[in-house]
């Protein structure tokens, strides 16, 4: 899988850090493994009748290994949670960047709450298991190779018989985890599933508690946990299955290393003393070896993450990026084109070959029922969606073959459902970018209207936004006009831009807005119809075609026309 | 009574903030609340799984008492010992064999028991805050999800921590008094560095309280960044402001790394505390059985049944370890998840018992409660002021007559929303009383809900699934019902074109759907409750004219509340409530208010100019 391995290339630490945490690991690796060998030597000096001095001398030297060992995997600890967390954080913005560059399809089938999980929660899963692997696998697998390495010196039968015994066993495990990866792969989609569910019920907590739902969603919460409990039994059941298993496996690799012992040793061919270091380095294998089955439920979340995050990174984008990108106009107001555009989400065609043509500096008026297609065909100017058939041109630019950051500096939208980030007020008028100057800032906010609520805030532009609770739903227009005006834009897509203001404050984003449209080309999409007194030319929208186009004045004074009629029933 | 004196000396906010502030000083108390837990998940399968896994933690007793046999047959160093060795060391297998099978038994047992925990605490808070009455809504949700994995998580396996410390104490208690009869001093030597450990554990407390809950901090700040990325997907991707909130990302990311890295290293060191105890013992162990090993009162065999021990012993610091080190971090969770579940929460609530279905469906919610015919809804004085910051609204009356069509109008940010919350327990009230037929709502967060009441949101909130489960929620309404309700908010036309109807799936969040169509489903979800009133929260601000006034035109005859600045709606108003700045700046007809209302004629003036040149 070449997407699995761009996400484990992300892991990389760089080599200096890797150096010093294979040192670390090595020296915590080496001197456990030669405790073993001055026991041998403290049990035959003592049965051999050695002086106190002498045994306790070795006791001494045992000790100071032991400490040593300590300090040496302490070190160790916190290298590997810094190589973990650096690599494991490259890998978080690497996925969502690429998540951002995924086209609206993508995050319309999506939910927040469900890329929280695959963004953060896959990516702490495979954080907590690098730190355990570099810590419990690697240097376990160390350490068991040193104990084979020096048995088999000690002596080459027993040393034979562990070597098979343990390759029987690692290889028995690797098996086993293979059969395990697919339900905890499962698992891990019920948890993402049972978080989405979660996001979005509190996100509604107040329709459904002044609805009455909140025992039904209770209800629902206890399906969905129903679900994520089956998936986590069946994973459970095979992975601890190979716990136990293993943990069977190694002892009888145990009692054969001491059948052995006890064997050589009747025959005269070891020591007392060989035959405790040979038990000492058979206990000693345990722990670690335990520890690293037990990282087995890690491994296969890791794995199931890598695996979910190597998913995430093969979604392709479905807008290619031009071969040879076109910068769009650098100023002046842009002309916009549409030529025989059709598009469909999957079977629904929303937009079926609609033709229209803006001069520079022009305003058009987009007028028609909810689902009529309007919003659909805002996003094609956007370029978030590439038409089906026909183009889209901006600045005499096919925006399949205009640079996206050009594309992006010139063309804004006000959207209608306004994002305030849990962030400052600059940045949430900048969106994170370089502020600039403070004063344009505070100018443009009392341009459209928020100057008294910017001097009512206790830190000014440094106050932090608690997401959308801060702002009522018509402030945050105000502050969606505010960006706007901020970016210099030649071509303006206003989503129903206006339509949660009152009256009073709508004039006032009006008048801004005709100041901000007055030398640049705009595209108003709007249910109500005051909010289109400024514009050039309308066009009504129905099922996804124009149905009438034409001079607003033109349509207003003709009483046939269908703007007309909406005129009329707004009144 | 709910009513709180105007007067009082102390706000109620500053009030519940210092009581907070002095809960902060001291650590939330953790053990009743695991107790209630282990209950209320299933106290005999806690029990159960603590019995199956006991013999696991116990069986290396009788480990440690084959080896000290073998080992001494070994160094007898007579021939005939070999038969008995080899026995022995069949012995071994056989006990570890029935350990491994019964790990794997009691380990798959344990999965339901520690589901049925989590799955209490989750459906708890869930409960708590969406049926619990009035309280503040959670802030974030990208939060409210954080908590929900992680704390929930961190509760449940210090619970379940509880089961190998059982095991590994019993383990502990027994060996060392097997060692003690070989060697007392030595074992009690043994018993002296362990001690130290758990005196360390303890000491470490308050500095593992902080860290944790400075890397949970941290934590949550990176997964509300990324939640905030993807529900402002629209706006990022238009701007083209992707770097510069994956730089921001980044910056999260380090002030995590730092936190977490801390957190571990502190974890570490009470982890290699306990390790180092047994490399330490062992050390002991040598030097204090040198003397009478020379005498040979201490046997090869004794010594590798200490090694033996001494390797299983260590579970006990470092289990006790990992409980102390737990604690802290259990405090904190249970405090931010009684926080999450709002005001007037108490821990006790976390783990009130709750009934598991993870085998069967449950039941379904209960019948609706009997509709009470509404006379008359009045609110006198209503107060919120949102912790003072000078937002929300300020003493203001309502009187809503059956079959009345109320509109609360003003400018942006005059309370409108905030209004409408407070009157349905959406937000707690600071001050003030409604009125249901002149009784006095107690708790208007559990009584101002279906069949008397209904609401339609600002911004429609839709879920993941079908058009029916948006639109019912559970409600119990037949087919006909249902399609009225539809045809009241306006849908029919909009159904008729989805070929797989009110099966059609709305996609995460309902995005699937128009701003229009998902804001009609949500009216429909409130009509299809038939409330004695229906509250409306700018029901028009994503529909169009001829949509609206259609909407409207169904609508009539039942007791409405609605926010609305349409001159339309205006028009059609019994009665309008113009609020400024929080507080009520009149309110009557539209004639009368266009008299001798400032605001009001304001307001109307600006529309009018609006709509004046379209209409030319």
Same mark, same amino acid.
């Given at each position: 899988?070449?997407?699995?391995?761009?996400?484990?290339?992300?892991?990389?630490?760089?080599?200096?850090?890797?150096?010093?945490?294979?040192?670390?690991?090595?020296?915590?690796?080496?001197?456990?493994?030669?405790?073993?060998?001055?026991?041998?030597?403290?049990?035959?000096?003592?049965?051999?009748?050695?002086?106190?001095?002498?045994?306790?001398?070795?006791?001494?030297?045992?000790?100071?290994?032991?400490?040593?060992?300590?300090?040496?995997?302490?070190?160790?600890?916190?290298?590997?949670?810094?190589?973990?967390?650096d690599g494991t954080n490259r890998l978080r913005v690497r996925l969502a960047?690429?998540?951002?560059?995924?086209?609206?399809?993508?995050?319309?089938?999506?939910?927040?709450?469900?890329?929280?999980?695959?963004?953060?929660?896959?990516?702490?899963?495979?954080?907590?298991?690098?730190?355990?692997?570099?810590?419990?696998?690697?240097?376990?697998?160390?350490?068991?190779?040193?104990?084979?390495?020096?048995?088999?010196?000690?002596?080459?039968?027993?040393g034979g018989a562990l070597l098979i015994c343990y390759a029987a066993i690692g290889l028995g495990m690797a098996r086993a985890q293979r059969r395990a990866v697919p339900s905890g792969e499962r698992t891990r989609q019920q948890s993402a599933a049972l978080f989405g569910f979660l996001e979005e019920r509190v996100a509604g907590a107040g329709d459904i508690r002044a609805n009455g739902a909140g025992e039904h969603t209770v209800n629902r919460l206890h399906e969905a946990s129903s679900a994520t409990y089956r998936a986590w039994f069946r994973s459970e059941r095979i992975g601890s299955g190979i716990v136990g298993a293993t943990s069977v496996a190694f002892a009888c690799g145990t009692a054969l290393v001491l059948g052995l012992a006890a064997w050589r040793s009747a025959s005269g061919t070891i020591t007392v003393g060989t035959a405790v270091l040979l038990f000492q380095y058979t206990q000693m294998v345990r722990a670690p070896l335990e520890r690293l089955i037990d990282q087995l439920k890690q491994y296969q979340r890791a794995l199931a993450g890598v695996a979910r995050v190597a998913g995430l990174l093969a979604?392709?984008?479905?807008?290619?990026?031009?071969?040879?990108?076109?910068?769009?106009?650098?100023?002046?107001?842009?002309?916009?084109r549409l030529e025989g555009v059709s598009f469909a989400y999957g079977e629904k065609t929303v937009l079926s070959r609609v033709t229209l043509s803006l001069a520079p500096g022009e305003t058009l008026g987009l007028v028609g029922r909810t689902g009529s297609g309007k919003t659909t065909l805002g996003r094609l100017v956007l370029r978030l969606h590439d038409p089906a058939r026909g183009a889209v041109l901006v600045g005499?630019?096919?925006?399949?073959?205009?640079?996206?950051?050009?594309?992006?500096?010139?063309?804004?939208?006000?959207?209608?459902?306004?994002?305030?980030?849990?962030?400052?007020?600059?940045?949430?008028?900048?969106?994170?970018?370089?502020?600039?100057?403070?004063?344009?800032?505070?100018?443009?906010?009392?341009?459209?209207?928020?100057?008294?609520?910017?001097?009512g805030l206790p830190a000014g532009l440094d106050t932090e936004l608690e997401g959308a609770s801060a702002l009522s739903a018509g402030e945050a227009q105000l502050l969606a006009f505010a960006r706007a005006f901020l970016t210099e834009p030649g071509l303006v897509v206003l989503d129903e831009a206006s339509s949660r203001l009152d009256p009073a404050s709508e004039r006032r984003v009006e008048r801004a807005m005709d100041r901000l449209l007055a030398a640049r080309t705009g595209l108003l999409i709007a249910h109500r119809l005051s909010s289109l007194s400024h514009v050039d030319t309308i066009a009504v929208v129905e099922d996804g075609a124009i149905v009438e186009y034409g001079r607003r004045e033109a349509l207003a004074a003709d009483p046939e026309s269908r703007f007309a009629r909406l005129l009329e029933m707004a009144r | 009574m709910p009513k709180t004196t105007p007067t009082a000396p102390v706000p109620p906010a500053a009030e519940r903030r210092r009581s907070r502030d002095r809960r902060e000083e001291e650590a939330t108390p953790v053990l009743p609340a695991l107790r209630d837990l282990a209950r209320a998940a299933g106290l005999r399968r806690f029990v159960a799984g603590a019995l199956l896994w006991l013999p696991v933690s116990v069986i290396p007793l009788a480990s440690g008492l084959v080896m000290k046999a073998l080992f001494d047959r070994i160094s007898d160093g007579q021939r005939a010992g070999l038969d008995q060795a080899l026995w022995l060391c069949a012995a071994f297998v056989g006990v570890e064999a029935v350990r491994g099978v019964l790990l794997w038994v009691a380990w798959t047992h344990g999965v339901y028991w520690w589901n049925a925990a989590v799955t209490v605490l989750r459906v708890n808070v869930m409960r708590t805050i969406l049926t619990g009455g009035t309280r503040r809504l959670p802030r974030s949700s990208g939060g409210a999800v954080s908590r929900l994995r992680d704390d929930v998580e961190d509760l449940a396996q210090l619970a379940d921590n509880a089961v190998p410390l059982l095991g590994t104490a019993v383990f502990s208690a027994g060996a060392l008094a097997i060692m003690a009869t070989i060697d007392p001093l030595v074992t009690l030597v043994l018993v002296l560095p362990m001690i130290a450990v758990a005196v360390l554990s303890r000491a470490l407390h308050r500095v593992v309280?902080?860290?944790?809950?400075?890397?949970?901090?941290?934590?949550?700040?990176?997964?509300?960044?990324?939640?905030?990325?993807?529900?402002?997907?629209?706006?990022?991707?238009?701007?083209?402001?992707?770097?510069?909130?994956?730089?921001?990302?980044?910056?999260?990311?380090?002030?995590?790394?730092?936190?977490?890295? @801390?957190?571990?290293?502190?974890t570490s060191m009470l982890d290699g505390a306990t390790n180092a105890t047994v490399e330490i013992s062992l050390g002991v162990v040598l030097l204090l059985a040198a003397p009478s090993m020379r005498r040979g009162e201490f046997t090869v065999g004794d010594f590798a049944l200490f090694t033996s021990y001494i390797g299983w012993l260590t579970a006990l610091?470092?289990?006790?370890?990992?409980?102390?080190?737990?604690?802290?971090?259990?405090?904190?969770?249970?405090?931010?998840?009684?926080?999450?579940?709002?005001?007037?929460?108490?821990?006790?609530?976390?783990?009130?018992?709750?009934?598991?279905?993870?085998?069967?469906?449950?039941?379904?919610?209960?019948?609706?409660?009997?509709?009470?015919?509404?006379?008359?809804?009045?609110?006198?004085?209503?107060?919120?002021?949102?912790?003072?910051?000078?937002?929300?609204?300020?003493?203001?009356?309502?009187?809503?007559?059956?079959?009345?069509?109320?509109?609360?109008?003003?400018?942006?940010g005059a309370g409108k929303t905030t209004l409408l919350h407070g009157l349905l327990g959406l937000v707690p009230l600071d001050a003030g009383e409604i009125l249901w037929n002149g009784r006095v709502v107690e708790d208007p967060g559990a009584f101002m809900v279906p069949g008397r009441v209904a609401y339609v949101g600002q911004v429609p909130r839709?879920?993941?699934?079908?058009?029916?489960?948006?639109?019912?929620?559970?409600?119990?309404?037949?087919?006909?019902?249902?399609?009225?309700?539809?045809?009241?908010?306006?849908?029919?036309?909009?159904?008729?074109?989805?070929?797989?109807?009110?099966?059609?799936v709305v996609g995460p969040r309902g995005m699937r759907l128009s701003g229009g169509q998902a804001q009609r489903v949500t009216a429909a979800r409130a009509l299809v409750r038939e409330p004695e009133l229906l509250v409306v929260d700018d029901l028009s601000s994503a529909l169009d004219v001829e949509t609206e006034r259609l909407l409207w035109r169904r609508n009539t005859g039942g007791t409405l509340l609605v926010v609305s600045h349409r001159r339309a709606v205006l028009e059609r108003a019994d009665r309008i409530v113009v609020l400024e700045r929080g507080r009520v700046a009149g309110e009557g007809?539209?004639?009368?208010?266009?008299?001798?209302?400032?605001?009001? @004629?304001?307001?109307?003036?600006?529309?009018?100019a609006g709509q004046r040149p379209v209409a030319d």
């Open positions: 899988m070449p997407a699995s391995k761009t996400a484990l290339k992300a892991l990389h630490p760089g080599s200096r850090l890797l150096v010093a945490l294979g040192a670390a690991i090595l020296a915590g690796t080496a001197l456990p493994l030669m405790a073993p060998l001055l026991t041998r030597r403290f049990v035959d000096d003592a049965l051999g009748g050695a002086g106190t001095g002498h045994l306790l001398l070795i006791a001494s030297a045992y000790l100071g290994l032991a400490l040593a060992g300590q300090g040496v995997s302490l070190a160790g600890a916190w290298l590997a949670s810094r190589v973990a967390w960047a690429h998540a951002l560059g995924l086209d609206m399809g993508f995050h319309g089938r999506h939910s927040p709450g469900e890329m929280i999980e695959r963004v953060d929660g896959d990516v702490v899963a495979i954080a907590d298991f690098v730190v355990a692997f570099l810590l419990d696998v690697v240097a376990g697998a160390l350490l068991l190779t040193g104990v084979v390495a020096i048995v088999l010196t000690v002596d080459p039968a027993v979604e392709r984008r479905t807008l290619p990026e031009p071969a040879a990108p076109v910068p769009l106009p650098a100023e002046g107001p842009l002309a916009l005499g630019v096919d925006l399949r073959e205009a640079d996206p950051g050009s594309l992006r500096r010139r063309i804004c939208l006000v959207p209608q459902d306004v994002q305030v980030f849990a962030a400052s007020v600059r940045d949430n008028l900048t969106l994170f970018r370089e502020p600039g100057d403070d004063a344009r800032l505070r100018r443009v906010l009392e341009e459209v209207g928020l100057g008294e609520w910017l001097a | 309280r902080r860290l944790h809950a400075h890397a949970r901090e941290r934590g949550m700040a990176v997964t509300a960044h990324i939640g905030q990325i993807f529900s402002g997907v629209l706006t990022i991707k238009a701007a083209g402001a992707e770097p510069a909130l994956l730089e921001r990302l980044r910056r999260h990311n380090r002030g995590r790394r730092e936190a977490a890295v @801390r957190d571990r290293l502190v610091p470092r289990v006790v370890g990992s409980t102390l080190y737990r604690l802290p971090q259990a405090s904190v969770a249970i405090d931010r998840l009684t926080a999450l579940m709002g005001e007037g929460s108490s821990p006790a609530d976390l783990s009130r018992p709750t009934q598991i279905w993870f085998r069967g469906a449950p039941p379904p919610a209960a019948a609706p409660p009997e509709r009470e015919e509404l006379h008359v809804l009045e609110a006198r004085g209503l107060t919120v002021d949102h912790g003072g910051g000078g937002r929300g609204v300020h003493k203001v009356d309502l009187r809503l007559p059956r079959g009345s069509f109320t509109v609360v109008t003003g400018a942006v839709l879920f993941s699934g079908s058009l029916r489960e948006n639109l019912l929620l559970g409600w119990p309404a037949d087919a006909q019902a249902t399609g009225r309700a539809l045809g009241r908010a306006v849908f029919e036309r909009d159904l008729a074109g989805m070929p797989e109807g009110l099966d059609t007809r539209l004639g009368e208010l266009l008299a001798d209302c400032a605001e009001m @004629r304001r307001l109307w003036e600006a529309d009018a």
